[in-house]
């Protein structure tokens, strides 16, 4: 193996804190053992179950970037991190940009200085922010979609893209074979050191959270 590393191509899942089970595709399972294992299995975007996504008119900050053609109009649902890049990134584009937020204001976790300026040339690319507005639904038509607000507001767009953060991807781990658990939203807990429950496991990246990378 390069650098003394061995790669192993599949899906794995622990059997115990030591082991793991890797699936190649062809129906054969590899067990692998070892002293300490490190989780870093990332992130996929959170997707709610009350959305309807179709990969076309309604889509995640995964499946935005398989758009066939730029839209004209889109409305990004969350003002964190993920949806104000493609918020940007579209309006930028020439897309009439809507970001719907339940909060007051978006990344909240900046500088309210940076915020203001960010939100100053985001409306000179002519993107609207609908502030303290929270989607109750979202209706599929044939070529475009329409985002129903609970205040009962509506506004129609070729795409929609939910950004409602992110899930790890710690399904398929089995982790309770392992001893450890994740929260609702897929992610293991640390210490200062980034071990887990476990002594032996360690986890890094997305799948803890914050500070994330």
């Known amino acids: 193996a390069r ?7 599949g899906t794995g899942h622990f059997t115990d804190a030591h082991s793991l ?12 053992t070892a002293d300490k294992i490190i989780i ?9 179950d009350s959305v309807d996504f179709d990969d076309r008119t309604i889509v995640d900050s995964d499946g935005v ?15 964190g991190v993920i949806g104000m890049e493609y918020a940007s990134m579209f309006a930028a584009l020439g897309t009439k940009v809507t970001v719907v937020e339940r909060r007051d204001k ?12 960010l939100k100053y040339h985001l409306r000179d690319l002519s993107v609207t922010f609908r502030f303290g507005e929270e989607v109750a639904a979202v209706e599929r038509h044939q070529t475009a979609a329409l985002c129903i607000l609970k205040s009962g507001k509506k506004i129609a767009a070729d795409t929609v893209m939910y950004s409602a953060g992110r899930q790890g991807q710690t399904d398929d781990l089995a982790l309770e074979a392992a001893g450890l658990s ?19 496991i360690y986890a890094v990246g997305d799948v803890i959270g914050f500070p994330a990378l």
Do not use: Q, W
């Not at 650098?3 to 191509?9: D, S």
């Not at 870093?40 to 709610?48: E, I, K, S, Y």
């Not at 978006?106 to 300026?117: A, G, H, Y």
């Open 3 to 9: 650098n003394h590393i061995a790669m192993l191509t």
């Open 21 to 32: 089970s890797i699936d190649d595709g062809s129906g054969r399972d590899t067990k692998v």
């Open 40 to 48: 870093a299995a990332g992130t996929r975007p959170a997707r709610p």
């Open 65 to 79: 970037i398989n758009l066939d053609k730029v839209p004209r109009s889109m409305v990004v649902v969350g003002a």
């Open 106 to 117: 978006m990344l909240d976790f900046c500088d309210e200085e940076i915020i203001e300026s």
């Open 182 to 200: 994740a929260d609702k939203r897929g992610r293991i807990d640390v210490d200062t050191s980034y071990r887990t429950a476990v002594d032996n």
